[in-house]
């Protein structure tokens, strides 16, 4: 007798029931809906989006205080760790380097901005006053100051992500130090601690279709599609060079660690429909910690590399103030020579390394090229306040997986990359567990046998 399947209609009730993914981009879609179709109700859930986003927030310091320490203390050796930070940084250089370049090559092949005539003068420059609160970047010594705590408590109230690294790596070193006979409790406490967290983002995760929702109606209900027919040729050219972009990174990282940034990409699918859907990559920071540690990047590696790059390792934002620039130049009628054009690329390797948790940073690191060059009106940077929130897809997308592909790299280059677990997980041998379920045995009973299944030698770790 046949026995015949569930029908597409139970399959798809399941999959809705189940999967976050699907939970999740459906969010999205209805959030474009509501927004286009009712664009009051698309500004009333809002909130939706915002609370979520500060959950999420809220917990990025002590996990990455936890991780970070952990990874520290059982490495069981500083220096690799001094290490894994110089090639972190110097991989970071180099990517947002090749991103602003690409960037530039790009805006003066296609022009954007050419044949626009825009007259400075019809803007309203102090728009751009109102977007970024009348505030600057710090310079390069305020920003490496900023990054030293002055307080402890500070550190984790501002949420500010290099004080917390550098005082869990002073912990880490400390427990060093004193050795796990000297302070027997500290690290299992700290373990402890990690795990709870975890267990909270497990928790918080949950909302995260409400939050797509709220978020994606909010910006189709503000900004609608008019855009699209005034900066459409904008707009296609950044996306279309952030694509390169992530070619090139894919096909570096399949060389360097013959990890597939394809497999990646689906392995993280779900937090990266809930980055695009947020618009906010921190919101997904967490979840992408525990992927990365299951995926066979090493507990100091992903503690060090991922968190600094949200601050250093920004190539969506690279690329996207690259063409801007131009833009801008060439919709005022401004033709800017290939020594402009370098200044364009030192001012903003250095600008974009303040940029992260600056509010209009985008405005601030274009007004601070605009004032370098000195031959584009100051006004003129007025001209991206309707185009920059659509921009946040991209950006957000290319810097979050520009900070992922520069944990693999890094891990290899360290030495601290397990590449046959990597291919076990991202070929689905192994099935990602989140870490706030391991203590569930029913879970851990199902890893082990997924692990199992794998023959080759390594893919459980």
């Known amino acids: 007798m046949t026995q015949v399947g569930p029908s597409l209609t139970r399959r798809l009730a399941r999959s809705l029931r189940t999967s976050m993914f699907v939970q999740v981009l459906c969010a999205l879609v ?63 250089e180099v990517a947002t380097t090749i991103a602003l370049a690409i960037g530039l090559v790009a805006g003066n092949l296609v022009r954007p901005g050419s044949g626009m005539n825009v007259d400075p003068a019809s803007l309203d420059a102090s728009a751009v006053d109102e977007k970024t609160g009348g505030g600057q970047l710090p310079s390069t010594s305020e920003f490496l100051l900023h990054s030293l705590p002055d307080s402890a408590v500070g550190a984790f109230a501002e949420n500010s992500l290099l004080q917390v690294l550098i005082l869990a790596c002073l912990v880490g070193a400390a427990l060093l130090h004193l050795g796990h006979t000297k302070v027997p409790a500290i690290l299992p406490a700290v373990d402890q601690a990690q795990e709870v967290i975890f267990a909270i983002v497990g928790f918080i995760m949950r909302l995260a279709p409400l939050a797509v929702f709220g978020a994606t109606a909010h910006l189709v209900g503000e900004y609608g599609i008019g855009a699209l027919s005034t900066y459409g040729k ?208 029913a879970a851990q009973d199902k890893d082990q046998v997924l692990a199992s299944a794998s023959t080759e030698p390594g893919a459980d770790r």
């Open 30 to 92: 209805l959030g474009i809906v509501v927004g286009g179709v009712w664009a009051d109700v698309g500004s009333a859930v809002q909130p939706l989006g915002d609370g979520f986003i500060r959950l999420i927030k809220a917990l990025i310091a002590p996990l990455v205080f936890c991780v970070v320490v952990t990874g520290i203390a059982k490495a069981g050796d500083l220096k690799s760790f001094g290490r894994i930070g110089l090639k972190a940084l110097i991989w970071f």
């Open 234 to 441: 904008l707009i296609g050219v950044c996306y279309a060079v952030a694509l390169v972009f992530l070619l090139l990174l894919g096909a570096a990282l399949k060389m360097f660690t013959g990890v597939s940034l394809w497999k990646f990409v689906r392995y993280t699918r779900e937090e990266l429909v809930l980055a695009l859907g947020t618009g906010s990559s921190e919101t997904v920071m967490p979840r992408m910690m525990q992927k990365l540690r299951q995926a066979g990047c090493r507990d100091d590696s992903v503690g060090l590399v991922l968190p600094t790059g949200y601050s250093f390792n920004l190539d969506g934002a690279s690329i996207y103030l690259s063409i801007a620039t131009l833009f801008i130049a060439q919709a005022v009628g401004v033709e800017l020579t290939l020594g402009q054009q370098v200044t364009v690329v030192l001012v903003l390797m250095l600008s974009s390394k303040g940029m992260a948790g600056v509010p209009g940073s985008a405005f601030l690191a274009l007004s601070a090229t605009v004032s370098a060059l000195g031959v584009i009106p100051a006004g003129a940077v007025a001209l991206l306040l309707g185009v920059d929130r659509i921009m946040d897809t991209m950006r957000v997308a290319t810097n979050l997986l520009g900070n992922c592909v520069a944990v693999f790299a890094v891990s290899q280059w360290e030495g601290a990359l397990d590449r046959e677990r990597a291919r076990a997980v991202l070929d689905g041998e192994i099935t990602f567990v989140p870490e706030e379920e391991t203590s569930d045995p």
